[in-house]
C-alpha cells in the first residue's frame, strides 16, 4: 500500500536561513513522488516530481528534493528561504493504475518564515 | 491558457440543502479529479473521470454524493442533503490524455484548481 508521513506540522525559518521539509513514503513497487505548495485560499501548486530519473529532482523557486530509496525518504529542501516561500507543502506519492495516477497526499507541513 | 476553472469559489449551503461544484479542466485535459480537503489535513481523492466516465469513486461517500463529467460543459460534484460535516475545502484537478503507447504506466502531473470552500450553515 502507498503512504507518505510528512515528520512535521509546522516548520519555523529566518529569511535567509536555509528550509528542509522532510518526508517519508512508503511504497510497494517503485513510486513517483512529487511537492505541491499551497498558498492561502489557493490550489495546489507543483514543485517538482520524481519519476525513476535522477534521484536529485530540481524544482521551482529554487527548491529541490532528494529521493533516496535506502531511507524511503524525499525531503525538500531549499538553501535560502524568503518571506514568500510560506505556505503548506504537500509531499504526495502517485499510485499508477492503468493509465492515469491516484495521488495520496500527506498530511502538510505548515513552512512559516520571519524576517 | 486557463488553468483549471472551478466555481463558485465559495459556497454557502443550509443543512438539508444542494450543492454543486463545478469545474472546467485545463484545455486539452480529459481527465479530472476531484479531492477533500477537511481543516488542517492532506487531500483525499474522491473520484477521478474521463469525459462521460467515471473510472474510479472509490473515495466518494456511498451516500448524497455525485460527480459527473459530460460530453459538453464542466465536471459536477454533486452534494445532496448537505451536512455539517461537508463543509471542506473541494478541489478539482486535471491532467492531459497518456501519450500513445503509454496507457499503462502514463503519470502524468495533476493542475489544480484553487478550490470550492463549502460552509454548510
Not at chain 1, 522532510?22 to 505541491?36: A, E, G, Q
Not at chain 2, 472546467?24 to 473520484?47: A, I, N, T
Request: net charge positive; proline share 7%; charged share 20%.
Amino acid at each position: 500500500a502507498q503512504s507518505v508521513t510528512q515528520l512535521d506540522s509546522h516548520v519555523s525559518v529566518s529569511e535567509g536561513t536555509p528550509v528542509l521539509l522532510r518526508c517519508n513514503y512508503s511504497s510497494s513497487y517503485s513510486p513517483s513522488l512529487f511537492w505541491y505548495v499551497q498558498h492561502p485560499n489557493k490550489g495546489l501548486q507543483l514543485l517538482l516530481k520524481y519519476t525513476s530519473a535522477a534521484t536529485l529532482v530540481k524544482g521551482i523557486n529554487g527548491f529541490e528534493a532528494e529521493f533516496k530509496k535506502s531511507e524511503t525518504s524525499f525531503h525538500l529542501t531549499k538553501p535560502s528561504a524568503h518571506m514568500s516561500d510560506a505556505a503548506e507543502y504537500f509531499c504526495v506519492v502517485s499510485l499508477v493504475l492503468g493509465g492515469y495516477n491516484k495521488l495520496i497526499f500527506g498530511a502538510g507541513t505548515r513552512l512559516a518564515v520571519h524576517p | 491558457n486557463a488553468g483549471v476553472m472551478q466555481n463558485p469559489r465559495h459556497l454557502v449551503r443550509r443543512r438539508g440543502q444542494e450543492a454543486r461544484l463545478r469545474c472546467s479542466p485545463m484545455k486539452g485535459h480529459s481527465h479530472v479529479y476531484w479531492y477533500r480537503q477537511l481543516p488542517e489535513e492532506g487531500l483525499k481523492f474522491m473520484v477521478y473521470l474521463q469525459k462521460e466516465n467515471i473510472i474510479d469513486e472509490s473515495g466518494m461517500p456511498k451516500e448524497r454524493f455525485s460527480a459527473e463529467f459530460p460530453k459538453e460543459g464542466p465536471s459536477i460534484l454533486r452534494i445532496q442533503q448537505v451536512v455539517r460535516g461537508d463543509s471542506a475545502a473541494y478541489f478539482c484537478a486535471s491532467s492531459p490524455p497518456s501519450p500513445p503507447g503509454q496507457t499503462i504506466y502514463s503519470n502524468q502531473p495533476q493542475h489544480f484548481g484553487d478550490g470550492t470552500r463549502l460552509s454548510i450553515l
